[in-house]
C-alpha cells in the first residue's frame, strides 16, 4: 500500500522560502523514484524535482534549478522539497508522487498526494 502525504504550503511573500515535505508509506523495493509536481491554475501539471530512490540522485526542472532542492529522511519516511526565492510564477498546487517502474524520472508516476497550496504574492 502507498500512501502520500503532502503539507506544508501557504502563502508567502516573492523571495521567501518554504519547506514542503511529504509523508510516505510505501514499498520500498518497488519504488524506482519520488518526485514533486506542480499545477498551476489553467495549465498542466508539470514536473518540478525528483530523486531516485536507489543512488539518491536528483533532478529539476530548468525552471527551479538552483533554487528548489529535493531531498529525503529515511529515518521519518518524509521527502521534502526546500523552495528558495520564491517567485510569483510557482505559485500552484504541489504533488508528491511515487514511480514504481524503471525509466524517465519526469514521467510515469503511479501514485500521488492530494497536493499543497503554494501561493506567492509579488
Known amino acids: 500500500q502507498v500512501r502520500l502525504v503532502e503539507s506544508g504550503g501557504g502563502l508567502v511573500q516573492a523571495g521567501d522560502s518554504l519547506r514542503l515535505a511529504c509523508a510516505y508509506s510505501?514499498?520500498?523495493?518497488?519504488?524506482?523514484?519520488m518526485g514533486w509536481f506542480r499545477q498551476a491554475p489553467g495549465k498542466e501539471r508539470e514536473f518540478v524535482a525528483a530523486?531516485?530512490?536507489?543512488?539518491?540522485?536528483?533532478n529539476y526542472a530548468t525552471t527551479v534549478k538552483g533554487r528548489f532542492t529535493i531531498s529525503r529522511d529515511n529515518a521519518k519516511d518524509t521527502m521534502y522539497l526546500q523552495m528558495n526565492s520564491l517567485k510569483p510564477e510557482d505559485t500552484a498546487v504541489y504533488y508528491c508522487?511515487?514511480?514504481?517502474?524503471?525509466?524517465?524520472?519526469?514521467?510515469?508516476?503511479?501514485?500521488w498526494g492530494q497536493g499543497t497550496q503554494v501561493t506567492v504574492s509579488s
Open positions: 508522487a511515487v514511480k514504481r517502474s524503471g525509466g524517465s524520472y519526469y514521467v510515469g508516476y503511479d501514485y
Open positions: 510505501r514499498r520500498t523495493s518497488s519504488t524506482y523514484a
Open positions: 530523486l531516485t530512490w536507489r543512488d539518491g540522485n536528483t
